[in-house]
């Protein structure tokens, strides 16, 4: 059997740099939740992305949460939420007992489309917040996004879970809202194993959520619980992992905007083949390389391809009003996340990868042309 080609698996640094942290972390004998790493990885990481303040959390999910309990969303509340998105977006609106609106995507970023949500708006004028996606690693059309957020007084969260080292128009995503969430699960483009941030320029915001995540213990010499808490908190293990990461992840994105314009350059002429839109006011991370089918070949001829040689891909996410669970919900806009789905397959985008393993997968696709 050939080797193994992943869709996006871990990457750790050459340099060492992850196990470093992690060995500073035995020495002190320090193998327990928070630390000095977590101190550090959530300075860090702020300051990479332009945010004054960060919680380090056990997941990208788990800072979607909090940014909602943080957002004051409650039982009853409408949230705006991408329909085109993994459930791992929505999922946490429902945890806070509040009501998800789904809303349609547009074909120029793929993410929210803001005459959908304008008509949402329209329709709810009283929602609460707007939860958007930068899906693939590619920004949503944030001005437009922000406007509206401020003209009916809804709070902006972002999931920017497959979007760090992203920028629109210089400016990194997850920073546009008042909370941006961020993931490090192991197919993201720097991972910790597991593990999540959130973050804010409210201070007082990001200390609740601390208190929240590390299970609402109040100021007492006993243990004393005045506010439901979570065990959300990261451990210090973890964060080192993610200290020694950040510090590769311009490579890494280079890496995979490397993959992509390489997919572009050698499959762009095959007759009915589009690819994911490059906007020229977005920088993205190119997270996963993505195409479109509009001819004869279908995305499953491409992925039974691929698995037939022991190389991963995958669909395009299954938006979320088509979902068993989530199909009674309200849905506004049109069919731009169904046809997405239905057309769109995930390459493989590895940044381990080699030019010998592009080619390899190149040639199998192109083989279903012929």
């Not at 299970?215 to 243990?223: E, F, L, N, S, T």
Request: charged share 25%.
């Amino acid at each position: 059997m050939n080797k193994r080609i992943y869709l996006s698996s871990p990457h750790m640094s050459d340099e060492g740099y992850e196990q470093m942290y992690v060995k500073e972390a035995f020495d002190t004998n320090w193998v327990a939740p928070l630390g000095a790493n977590v101190d550090a990885f959530e300075k860090e990481f702020a300051e990479k992305v332009g945010a004054k303040h960060a919680a380090a959390l056990s997941s990208g999910t788990a800072a979607i949460h909090m940014a909602l309990k943080a957002a004051g969303v409650g039982k009853g509340d409408i949230v705006f939420c991408q329909n085109l998105t993994f459930a791992a977006t929505v999922n946490p609106v429902i945890y806070e007992n509040a009501i998800p609106v789904f809303i349609d995507s547009d074909y120029e970023t793929w993410n929210m489309c803001p005459k959908a949500l304008e008509e949402a708006f329209e329709k709810y004028p009283e929602a609460k917040a707007v939860l958007v996606v930068h899906l693939y690693g590619l920004s949503a059309d944030m001005d437009k996004i922000v406007d509206l957020c401020n003209k009916y007084n809804a709070v902006l969260i972002e999931d920017a879970a497959e979007s760090l080292g992203t920028y629109y128009k210089g400016q990194h995503t997850g920073t546009f809202g008042e909370y941006g969430a961020f993931s490090f699960n192991g197919n993201k483009i720097i991972t910790t194993s597991g593990g999540g941030m959130l973050v804010s320029d409210n201070e007082e915001r990001i200390a609740k959520v601390r208190f929240w995540s590390t299970q609402a213990r109040d100021k007492a010499r006993h243990y004393q619980h005045s506010e439901l808490g979570y065990n959300y908190r990261m451990s210090n293990i973890v964060a080192g992992i993610g200290r020694g990461q950040l510090k590769v992840l311009n490579e890494r994105v280079a890496k995979k905007k490397y993959i992509f314009e390489y997919y572009k350059r050698e499959l762009g002429d095959l007759e009915g083949i589009g690819f994911m839109p490059i906007n020229d006011w977005n920088e993205p991370n190119y997270w996963l390389s993505c195409i479109t089918l509009s001819g004869k070949v279908r995305p499953m001829d491409i992925m039974v391809a691929l698995e037939n040689d022991n190389i991963e891909s995958r669909p395009i996410w299954k938006p979320m009003n088509l979902q068993p669970y989530y199909d009674k919900y309200d849905y506004i806009g049109g069919d731009v996340g169904e046809k997405l789905f239905e057309n769109g397959v995930c390459l493989p985008s590895d940044t381990k990868m080699t030019d010998e393993d592009l080619e390899r997968i190149c040639n199998i696709i192109k083989k279903l042309w012929k």
